[in-house]
């Protein structure tokens, strides 16, 4: 039920998490496991890897034989940083081909630049990536971002760090309507609830990372977007009852009362 299949390979868990953030590499680890997430994103003009030997290597942490790593260009604003820093990201990871691209517009909204993404997209593709995509919540890009062979669309609940949740869950349900690769939910989502509306919109998976690194308690609130993302995902299974305006339905039955 909360498995997740990206590119032929099936994960364990919906929730994908990021890296970056957290205080040390041992807060980091124990979120992660909290979270209960088998796919971890790392930000490779960031983050540590290999890239620089004289420090910490992230991947002592979190080593690739226990989670997929998912490389990820944030900090890039145009295609070709993008498409240098995955095929470095690929070298580093002995030929991992799965990858996160995002190309952003600003450094104040970090929106996705979707020209430039779409762009990256193409070559990467015809390079042999498995690309996820972070994009906008426009339904059109996300179905050419599809149509050139990403296997999994990406689209932002709301700007990257805010916190702001879903902000238009109709977009969101017209991609989902129409995609045949997974959706996932990337950036924007707050607190628990935040993962729970995602999924129960149809999302195949969320994925979070300041949510988690900004929270009091970093790996209370892993657990806590788990268990979300797991009663969503639940939720959207089981079909939730139609709403009904102005028509009260009792719990109990009608029929058969005392005194009736």
């Not at 680890?29 to 983050?47: E, F, P, Q, Y």
């Not at 995002?102 to 970090?110: K, Q």
């Not at 993962?195 to 892993?222: F, Q, R, Y």
């Amino acid at each position: 039920m909360n498995q997740l299949t990206i590119a032929g390979t099936t994960y364990p868990s919906r929730l994908l998490v990021g890296t970056g953030k957290y205080k040390d590499f041992a807060e980091t680890r124990a979120a992660i496991d909290a979270s209960g997430s088998a796919i971890v994103t790392v930000a490779i003009r960031r983050m540590n890897i290999g890239q620089d030997a004289s420090q910490p290597n992230l991947l002592e942490a979190l080593p690739p034989s226990q989670f997929t790593i998912l490389p990820n260009t944030a900090g890039c604003y145009n295609a070709d940083d993008a498409v240098r820093t995955l095929r470095l990201a690929r070298e580093l990871l002995d030929g991992h081909p799965l990858c996160k691209l995002e190309v952003l517009g600003d450094p104040t909204s970090l929106f996705p630049n979707m020209p430039e993404t779409l762009k990256a997209a193409e070559t990467l593709v015809k390079d042999g990536f498995h690309v996820m995509v972070y994009c906008s919540d426009d339904p059109i890009q996300a179905k050419m971002l599809e149509e050139i062979g990403c296997v999994a669309v990406m689209p932002l609940a709301s700007l990257i760090g805010s916190g702001m949740g879903i902000l238009n869950p109709w977009n969101l349900r017209l991609i989902i309507d129409n995609a045949k690769v997974p959706v996932i939910v990337d950036a924007g989502v707050g607190t628990a609830s935040d993962a729970a509306i995602a999924m129960e919109l149809g999302c195949d998976g969320v994925l979070m990372n300041t949510a988690i690194a900004h929270a009091k308690n970093p790996v209370l609130m892993a657990s806590a977007m788990k268990k979300g993302v797991e009663a969503g995902r639940e939720a959207y299974l089981a079909g939730r009852m139609p709403r009904k305006l102005y028509s009260a339905d009792p719990s109990s039955p009608t029929s058969g009362l005392i005194g009736s």
